[in-house]
């Protein structure tokens, strides 16, 4: 872990974007994402159909000017459908990333915080349990029996990313517990409580950047393995899982249905992971170095 | 090593007990009344009544809790309310789908991953290389059930090789057993050996900067006998708990793909069953499936510290 000071100056933010710049994992991870992106705020404001709108003497038809990505098997635009569908996956994969945060940091930095007793053994060994957990599982699980939703599926993603952030706080932030500056602070008489948010946190935020873009990849996946198999987002949100479910008996007639959002979700991926990839890099020169 | 053995045994024990608990409250506290959960708001009061019987929700919850523990180990699973048969006659004619498909899975991974991360480490940086890592990148992106949609069109659509879902079954012969198994692999293994792919190459990596790897290149040991007799088998340690780890995924993560292929595996078992608001089966088979991977994870721990008596002392 490379130590920021708390007070991050200008010279070392133009290091930071010049790394950034160079690191091509991270240019190319970042303009996937950026378009992914874009696609899901364009989505917001504009499709060129409505995504829900049926068009049947129109349906299965392949790439046209009209129909950039073809039609489904109901004539609806499935480059809408797509927009849309980005939406929906990101803004699930998100709030599931978030969950893991609000409630992992908090519990892995109490966790170091209180390091070595039974409250940290309890924190410890419920993450370990979830971890032991099958989690999808689990998830299905629990969108079963809630029934199947956007919002349920962003739960069930979610608990399982809470012990992958606390596990990772709780490492990060046992080894600060030891430097200096936190040694200093708590001179100067500050509680456990505010050298956590104000030490600890800012010095373990590149750490958990790089593992939340990791988690979102993975939501991403987890999202539309719910959605493929019914639980994720209902019709008639549109949602690539929920797309390539409905590809599957129609693929030799109409092939594109089940290659675009297939691709939506491999570049997504793809583009977070390298994202991932390049901002580690950029944050630790150290481990490049040693991978190289 | 005893006493490593008895705290690994009782926090499996714990874990298990906690995994109980944990399914017993998703599946009969949480929807309320699992009899009409299961039966949904048209039932007749008499069906209701009978189901609510063989439940034993006249019963309190602590009561039906250790009497489905109790069952599960003497190995009764209950009654599939879908299938009318006992659970443990379903596990078991299921088991023998799922578990074959996650050792073939598990073997395709092993297969494809361990020479792709072997030469692309003793190959650092060439066009190998970046080959092998930006395939698994890719395959790492590539989510399993749209792969296997993707082999189902090219090979059992289009080509004709491969029928396009379902189980011959074993009394078929063991060639038809495996053929219709193999598509499901493939697209099981991909993402699973991209990321194995990966350990095994950094896991070198590590090795042959070790000094004891300088030390046999010194005494003229030739660049492959060091690669083949020191590094590899020295990085082959944390590669093979990963190995383990999958194993327990393939079984659980396999739900999944058995769904695309339309394989009777307990992935689609479970499924089904919550379809059907089946609890019982849902409930035990779940059960079972998280003890498998409980278990696994367990072994797998106990085998890294046999291999590398540097761990006993450790935790």
């Known amino acids: 872990m490379s130590e920021v000071s708390p007070v991050i100056s200008e010279s070392r933010t133009r290091e930071l974007l010049r790394s950034a710049l160079r690191s091509r994992s991270f240019v190319a991870g970042a303009i996937l994402t950026a378009i992914i992106l874009l696609s899901a705020l364009t989505s917001l404001v504009w499709t060129p159909y409505d995504f829900a709108a049926q068009d049947i003497p129109n349906k299965l038809q392949g790439f046209s000017a009209e129909h950039w990505f073809g039609t489904d098997q109901y004539g609806r635009d499935v480059f809408s459908m797509i927009l849309v569908g980005a939406r929906t996956s990101i803004i699930v994969a998100l709030l599931a990333v978030g969950l893991g945060i609000g409630l992992g940091v908090p519990l892995g930095l109490l966790a170091a915080a209180v390091r070595g007793t039974l409250l940290d053994e309890v924190v410890m060994r419920g993450n370990d349990l979830v971890f032991a957990f099958p989690a999808l599982l689990i998830a299905i699980l629990i969108t079963a029996v809630f029934g199947p939703s956007a919002i349920n599926a962003m739960i069930a993603i979610g608990i399982f990313n809470i012990p992958v952030f606390a596990r990772l706080s709780r490492a990060a932030a046992l080894s600060l517990w030891t430097r200096e500056f936190v040694l200093a602070a708590r001179v100067a008489g500050k509680g456990t409580a505010r050298i956590s948010v104000e030490h600890i946190l800012p010095n373990i935020a590149n750490t958990l950047i790089v593992q939340g873009t990791i988690q979102f990849s993975l939501g991403i996946l987890a999202e539309a393995a719910l959605a493929y198999v019914g639980l994720g987002a209902q019709p008639p949100i549109p949602s690539w899982g929920k797309m390539l479910a409905d590809s599957q008996t129609l693929v030799s007639l109409a092939p594109h249905l089940a290659i675009i959002p297939g691709l939506a979700i491999v570049l997504t991926v793809l583009g977070l992971n390298l994202m991932g990839d390049g901002l580690r890099d950029i944050f630790d020169p150290r481990t490049r170095r040693s991978r190289q | ?315």
């Open chain 2, 1 to 315: 090593m005893t006493s490593f053995l008895f705290g690994r045994i009782v926090s499996m024990a714990i874990s298990l007990l906690v995994a109980s608990i944990i399914i017993f409250a998703i599946l009969e506290i949480l929807p309320g009344d699992p009899a009409q959960f299961m039966l949904g708001v048209n039932a007749q009061p008499d069906t209701l009544q009978a189901l609510r019987t063989q439940l034993g929700l006249d019963q309190p919850v602590i009561l039906r809790y250790f009497s489905w523990m109790a069952g599960m180990l003497h190995g009764d699973f209950g009654i599939s309310y879908t299938y009318r048969s006992p659970v443990t006659e379903l596990v078991l004619q299921r088991v023998a789908v799922s578990a074959p498909l996650a050792l073939y899975a598990l073997t395709l991974t092993i297969l494809v991953a361990f020479p792709a991360g072997i030469i692309a480490a003793a190959r650092r940086n060439s066009a190998t290389d970046l080959t092998v890592m930006g395939a698994t990148q890719i395959g790492v992106a590539v989510p399993n059930f749209w792969f296997a949609i993707i082999l189902m069109w090219v090979f059992a659509v289009t080509l004709h090789w491969f029928s396009a879902g379902g189980f011959a079954g074993w009394n078929k012969g063991f060639f038809e057993g495996i053929k219709s198994l193999t598509l499901p692999a493939i697209a099981l293994a991909l993402p699973q050996a991209s990321i194995l792919a990966r350990v095994m190459r950094s896991s070198l990596l590590d090795t042959l900067g070790e000094d004891y790897i300088r030390t046999a290149r010194a005494k003229g040991l030739s660049q492959n006998k060091t690669l083949w007799r020191h590094a590899v088998r020295n990085a082959l340690i944390p590669v093979l708990t990963i190995v383990g780890l999958q194993f327990s995924f393939l079984l659980a993560g396999a739900i999944i793909i058995e769904n695309v292929f339309y394989l009777p595996g307990l992935g689609r078992l479970i499924f089904q069953g919550i379809t059907q608001r089946d609890l019982i089966t849902v409930k035990s088979v779940v059960m079972l499936l998280v003890f498998a991977v409980i278990f696994v994870n367990f072994l797998v721990e106990v085998a890294y510290v046999l291999i590398d008596p540097r761990l006993r002392h450790q935790r």
